[in-house]
């Protein structure tokens, strides 16, 4: 448990060292959500009190703006990085264990996670939003909601792209549309129901819903327990799916 906790660390270092390096990154995790959040907050306000508005605004915002876009476009870029820099190269002769690799990029993006955390809803509460529920709770389902997304991340980025060009196309191809159906920028209950039936399946929907049952509307865990298990059972699956992908670069970088 000792090595693991220390590989986990020693990933998760390098990989914050990076990303503060690359201010670019960093900038646009803060000014895209809050551009996002200011612009729907204020037209589902309607021009009268702003405090509902952005009780309702700024979960799915964290999940859909700023969760999305740094924890699975983030690892999405950086595996293209350590292939292109030949980092993967030196794992290959490296004992690091691939549960260790994975974890480590979790744990950094757990901190960007948290930094963006803080922001929108220091924004949110600057115009009267408030986050009516159990912290703790809320607090689970964004690292529930950041397994999943780096999780997805690391597989469409070992999976998919091999040169820089090709960080935005799954990205694009695969998150936007579930995006729009996990209700993001708007309500869920103004899908068709079949395109509602379909947004069942759809991971977003399980996180946008369940943090906004509790920031919004100060639910419990028996009211989004549904939620909650979807998110646990594809947290499950995302570590399956980083660590396997995590081998199968290693056996393709091993082949070039």
């Not at 729907?40 to 508005?53: D, H, N």
Request: hydrophobic fraction near 55%; include cysteine.
């Amino acid at each position: 448990m000792k090595r693991y906790v220390g590989e986990t660390t020693a990933v998760a270092n390098r990989i914050l060292i990076e990303l503060i390096r690359m201010r670019r990154s960093l900038i646009f995790w803060v000014v895209f959500p809050t551009l996002m959040l200011l612009l729907f907050g204020l037209i589902y306000a309607g021009g009268g009190g702003t405090s509902k508005s952005f009780d309702a605004t700024a979960p799915g915002i964290l999940i859909g703006a700023a969760l999305f876009f740094s924890c699975l476009g983030g690892p999405v870029a950086l595996i293209v990085a350590e292939r292109e820099r030949r980092t993967l190269r030196r794992l290959l002769v490296s004992p690091l264990k691939p549960v260790s690799y994975f974890m480590g990029i979790v744990v950094a993006y757990m901190f960007i996670a948290l930094g963006q955390t803080i922001i929108v809803y220091g924004i949110a509460h600057f115009f009267g939003g408030r986050f009516h529920g159990s912290i703790l709770l809320g607090l689970v389902i964004i690292v529930l909601s950041v397994f999943s997304f780096v999780g997805a991340g690391f597989f469409f980025g070992a999976r998919f792209t091999k040169r820089t060009e090709d960080v935005n196309g799954p990205v694009a191809a695969f998150g936007v549309p579930l995006l729009v159906l996990g209700g993001t920028f708007f309500p869920v209950s103004i899908l068709p129901p079949y395109l509602l039936a379909l947004a069942y399946l759809d991971p977003i929907f399980h996180m946008n819903e369940a943090l906004k049952g509790v920031s919004a509307l100060d639910k419990g865990p028996g009211d989004i327990v549904t939620h909650l298990i979807f998110l646990g059972a594809f947290t499950v699956l995302a570590l399956f799916l980083g660590t396997r992908s995590y081998k199968s670069m290693l056996i393709q970088e091993r082949k070039g």
